[in-house]
């Protein structure tokens, strides 16, 4: 059953999106226009979602700052969707995350803490999307990055003032909080406290009607359970590629054009030689005169270093220029105006004295412009199709931008256009067992998800081979399913809700079973249905901890509750109810010197740490003063979720 325990007990977003839009923050695209230029609802103030001391915060806040924090939960799970992350919660938390941003600063303002422009300067100066191919800040690349964005300098310069006053002022209410030793020890000894007990799960399919519900409950079901069904946004994909092919028929170079090339080319065809080399390095020259005489005598220039507790080095293939840079031009002379197989003359560089005997010889003789045309006109021949290729590229773009549709420019490129089934963002064809997008568009997949449908563009598929012509042909937006379609899974789904309530009374029953002094396996096998075997377990924290798992709900349960006592805890997705039953606890010891201590000491005084800035920012919002317009909040909620246009 534990392992039923980790397939069913996962969070929808969870911590996530408050990480995720943390970070969103930070980089200052949390916000827009403070003036609130959307307008909702017809009430007063109906354009601003909240007043945060003398601060407003409009409507178009609120929805930048949701759409934003979806396009980052998007780089971890391109098929999520605004209905999604709205049904699970995730406007919610950007709320609350967007007015605690807005009221830390304004905190900061009135007690005189503020963000300087070389500060904020330096902050955009660090942000990695801004900088250019030399790894420095880039104004373009800036300009480029809040635009697409749909932001401006000043708002991006005032949103991170903000976040930076707000590190000035929490940061520093949780750096360096440390809990004692003896606070620490009690904590510790928690992960060596032994709880034995037994859970037992008593599942909705087993108390489940087997009846269809009447068209009444079922479509009340499916009104109170919509965000359940949401189906993500789905495109079809119309493409088409062409290579250099594209192009047609290139001139044929002219002989002006290929006798420039192999003038300019000339240290190319002329003639080359490169030697192979082993070479000593002494530091005085009458030490290297012996060694060469040596060697020439007949010994082994690698023996004779050996004696000498040296090691002599290979070189090359080199060129004499080369080897001149390495060296010395004097030791280059010498060592390639002797034979194979000789010791150069002795010549010194600033390293001390070369002794160099010649290995190899490779000698290439030059070729005339006669001997290299057929290889200078390949080569300008391919130069001229890849600038061909360019242009029609550059002239494909022009095109698209003055309005021209993709079937229309497919035709004069004389390519054909092909349509893939409706994709998620993931790349999967929808509705599929794991079908992929062609692979052609895997480059091109994230924007075609950014595109609006009509809008045709030109991306390289293979760089320097194949362009790809694409468009989002056909846009179906994530929504619910309609109960049409889904019907019989929604009848399912009803089952198990149903049956969900009544595995509830029964977990009632089982528990006043237990209470009067039957076994958590007796009381739950007196309900005479066919339901999991109960887990008896005996268990330290410390178990828990190695498995480097979630621990499941009912197990941090069973660590939470009092001796002799039962619980019940409902399952996830109306799966059923578990009872747990605990029946005894030996507490733990645990001493200093355990690395787990350390380990306990350093995470609960984190964890106190954060707890002081929490605390600070519920205080902050009081002394600010923190106004809610849930009727502007609702009204993005609905214009985000589609709902306003229906």
Not at 55 to 64: F, I, N, P, Y
Not at 144 to 163: C, H, M, P
Not at 415 to 439: F, M, R
Request: no cysteine.
């Amino acid at each position: 059953m534990i392992n039923t325990f980790r397939k069913f007990f996962q969070s929808k977003i969870g911590i996530g999106v408050t990480l995720a839009f943390l970070a969103l923050i930070a980089v200052a695209f949390a916000s827009a226009d403070v003036s609130g230029s959307g307008t909702f609802g017809g009430v007063s103030g109906g354009d601003r979602v909240a007043v945060v001391g003398n601060e407003k915060v409009g409507t178009a806040d609120l929805r930048r700052a949701a759409e934003t924090a979806v396009d980052q939960l998007r780089q971890n799970d391109p098929t999520l969707s605004m209905p999604a992350f709205i049904g699970q919660g995730g406007l919610d938390r950007v709320v609350d995350t967007l007015l605690d941003r807005v009221a830390i600063a304004e905190f900061g303002r009135k007690y005189g803490i503020r963000a300087g422009d070389n500060l904020i300067n330096s902050e955009i100066r660090r942000i990695p999307a801004f900088r250019g191919a030399d790894g420095n800040f880039d104004e373009e690349a800036y300009r480029g990055a809040i635009s697409r964005q749909g932001l401006t300098d000043a708002l991006v310069r005032d949103d991170l003032g903000d976040s930076l006053i707000a590190q000035q002022v929490v940061q520093p209410s949780g750096y360096g909080a440390v809990i004692p030793n003896k606070l620490a020890s009690r904590y510790a000894a928690l992960f060596k406290e032994r709880r034995k007990g037994a859970i037992g799960l008593l599942e909705s399919s087993a108390y489940a009607p087997t009846k269809d519900p009447s068209e009444d409950q079922l479509a009340k079901y499916y009104g109170a359970n919509r965000d359940d069904y949401i189906r993500p946004e789905r495109r079809i994909i119309r493409y088409a590629t062409f290579g250099a092919d594209a192009v047609g028929d290139i001139a044929a170079p002219t002989q002006a054009e290929i006798a420039a090339r192999y003038e300019e080319d000339s240290a190319l065809y002329a003639a080359s030689e490169e030697r192979t080399l082993k070479q000593l390095i002494l530091p005085t020259r009458a030490a290297a005169e012996s060694i060469r005489e040596r060697v020439q005598g007949g010994a082994s220039l690698e023996a004779v270093a050996r004696e000498a507790g040296l090691e002599a080095a290979t070189l090359g293939p080199i060129s004499r220029s080369d080897f001149g840079t390495q060296a010395s031009a004097n030791v280059a002379t010498g060592a390639f105006a002797a034979e194979l197989g000789q010791v150069a003359a002795i010549n010194r560089s600033g390293l001390g004295w070369h002794v160099v005997r010649v290995d190899g010889i490779d000698r290439k003789p030059g070729r005339s412009l006669e001997q290299a045309r057929s290889e200078i006109i390949a080569t300008l021949t391919e130069e001229k199709r890849r600038v061909a290729f360019n242009e029609l590229a550059a002239d494909i773009e022009d095109r698209f931008a003055d309005g021209e549709s993709l079937t229309d420019v497919a035709k004069t490129v004389g390519v054909e256009i092909q349509s893939t089934k409706p994709l998620t963002g993931a790349g999967i064809v929808y509705g599929s067992n794991g079908e992929q997008a062609p692979e052609i568009l895997r480059r091109a997949l994230s924007t075609a998800f950014q595109m609006d449908e009509g809008e045709p563009q030109l991306a390289e598929a293979i760089p320097g081979q194949t362009f790809l012509l694409f468009e989002a042909g056909d846009i179906t937006p994530s929504a619910s399913a309609p109960l049409s379609e889904i019907r019989d899974q929604v009848i399912a789904d009803w089952r198990r809700a149903e049956g969900a309530k009544l595995a509830k009374t029964a977990a009632d029953r089982v528990m006043k079973r237990v209470k009067g002094g039957q076994s958590l396996a007796a009381a739950i096998q007196a309900e005479n249905k066919r339901l999991p075997s109960v887990d008896q377990l005996n268990l330290t924290r410390e178990d828990l901890l190695q498995r480097q798992q979630r621990v499941p709900a009912p197990l941090a349960l069973l660590f939470s509750m009092a001796q002799g006592t039962q619980k019940k805890l409902e399952g996830p997705r109306n799966m059923g109810w578990f009872v747990i039953d605990l029946d005894s606890i030996e507490a733990g010891a645990i001493s200093p010197s355990d690395p787990l201590f350390q380990q306990a000491k350093i995470q609960f005084s984190r964890a106190a740490g954060d707890e002081y800035s929490q605390q600070l920012s519920k205080a902050i919002r009081k002394d600010v003063s923190v106004e809610k317009n849930d009727t502007a909040i609702e009204a993005v909620r609905r214009q985000l979720t589609g709902e306003a246009q229906q």
